[in-house]
């Protein structure tokens, strides 16, 4: 690989580049474009700004109380805040697991994975 | 040892579709995946894999002065799962720091060979041409950066007199009763941090831009975030920026944990915007 720069990329920074990044292809291939299943897309779910705010709320008052932070474990907390709302933080953290299992064990063959060289280019100029 | 694909190119001619192992005796359904578009001199190390279980090995399509990196992908297994993903940004960052590329999205799939080199690469060739030259000894770094959440918090409630009062009065109160309290509490955060999110960008943005060629904010993806943004860097300023970065990170000291990523393919620079129109 290429000097072994700055930090690595997580998957959630690779979600955030290349779905959302890059040329569309639909912009240039129509005729022979071919569809296929992508598992990733639902991943990312965009949090509402009601869960946000209670979610700050309860943060503050958790630091208040910072000295004795284990007063009750975290999915307690969860279902008293109640209902519905938290749904959606639900899933993103289901599906989080979810591709964080599918991850496990790739660290591992990376090394092997180095990408596209370029040995011949540089030529000319 | 580069004695490899570009012999390909003639002899892939209406095959691609059919291409693929008989004894997995599925008949499964093939197609060409398309991970970027490079210069036409380029070559790939041997062995080099892409998306699909077991990963499929890469190869070069060409026409005229361009090259697109393929592979064969089966169309009736989903994309997506976290080996995929990794191994199409693997190829076009490795691919980035040494070479021009244009990455596609994650996702790209024509019928064939035939079809990457005259729809695609063909069709579009003085279009992809251009780009690729302004690309050239450049590619993308991304700098994020997340609060601190105590941290910050506290930054807040010393800044907002009326955020303190609030978490006082929720302090012993039930919490049934308090939603609209709660909501009112966060809602002052939240406002909080947006603001700091303005300033800390501009504090980012002034602190990189004699080292950075354009930016794209990204937007936040999650509430802590603090700072996401693309640069477009000139290889040559690289060492430059990262040392900028690094003061940065020191000057926000335990608020912000910052990360410079890079170097990367220019994702955020293809597209809908002309890459560094100002080069």
């Known amino acids: 690989m290429s000097g072994g720069r700055p930090q690595p990329s997580g998957l959630a920074d690779v979600i955030d580049t290349i779905l959302d990044k890059g040329l569309v292809l639909d912009a240039y291939v129509r005729v022979s474009l071919v569809g296929i299943e992508l598992l990733t897309i639902d991943a990312r779910v965009v949090v509402a700004s009601v869960d946000t705010y209670l979610r700050f709320a309860e943060a503050v008052n958790r630091l208040d109380i910072s000295h004795d932070k284990e007063t009750l474990p975290d999915l307690v907390g969860d279902l008293e805040e109640g209902g519905a709302k938290h749904k959606t933080k639900g899933a993103l953290e289901a599906a989080g697991d979810k591709l964080r299992e599918f991850a496990g064990g790739t660290e591992d063959d990376e090394e092997q994975r180095s990408g596209a060289g370029s040995r011949s280019r540089r030529g000319g100029d | ?279």
């Open chain 2, 1 to 279: 040892m580069p004695a490899q694909t570009r012999a390909k190119k003639n002899q892939d001619k209406g095959t691609a579709q059919k291409r693929g192992k008989e004894d997995q005796g599925k008949g499964a359904q093939q197609a060409v995946y398309v991970y970027g578009i490079l210069p036409g001199d380029i070559e790939l190390e041997d062995g080099t894999t892409g998306v699909g279980d077991p990963p499929a090995e890469v190869r070069v399509v060409r026409s005229g002065d361009l090259a697109a990196l393929v592979s064969d992908v089966d169309l009736d297994k989903p994309l997506g799962r976290p080996e995929d993903l990794y191994a199409h940004e693997e190829l076009l960052d490795a691919t980035a720091a040494g070479v021009p590329v244009l990455p596609l999205r994650f996702g790209a799939v024509v019928a064939s060979d035939e079809a990457v080199a005259e729809e695609l690469l063909g069709a579009h060739g003085d279009e992809f041409a251009a780009a690729l030259e302004q690309l050239e000894g450049h590619a993308e770094y991304v700098v994020k950066g997340r609060y601190v959440e105590d941290t910050v918090l506290r930054e807040v409630l010393d800044e907002n007199p009326e955020a303190g009062e609030l978490r006082d009065q929720l302090k012993d109160a039930d919490e049934d009763a308090t939603r609209e309290l709660r909501m009112q509490l966060g809602e002052i955060v939240s406002n909080s941090i947006d603001a700091k999110r303005e300033q800390d960008l501009q504090a980012l943005d002034d602190a990189v831009s004699d080292h950075v060629e354009a930016s794209v904010v990204r937007s936040p993806t999650d509430d802590m975030e603090a700072v996401h943004v693309a640069f477009l860097v000139d290889l040559d300023s690289a060492d430059a920026l990262e040392q900028a970065v690094d003061e940065l990170a020191r000057d926000w000291g335990d608020r912000i944990e910052v990360r410079l990523m890079g170097p990367m393919a220019a994702y955020d620079f293809v597209g809908t915007t002309t890459p560094a129109q100002d080069i």
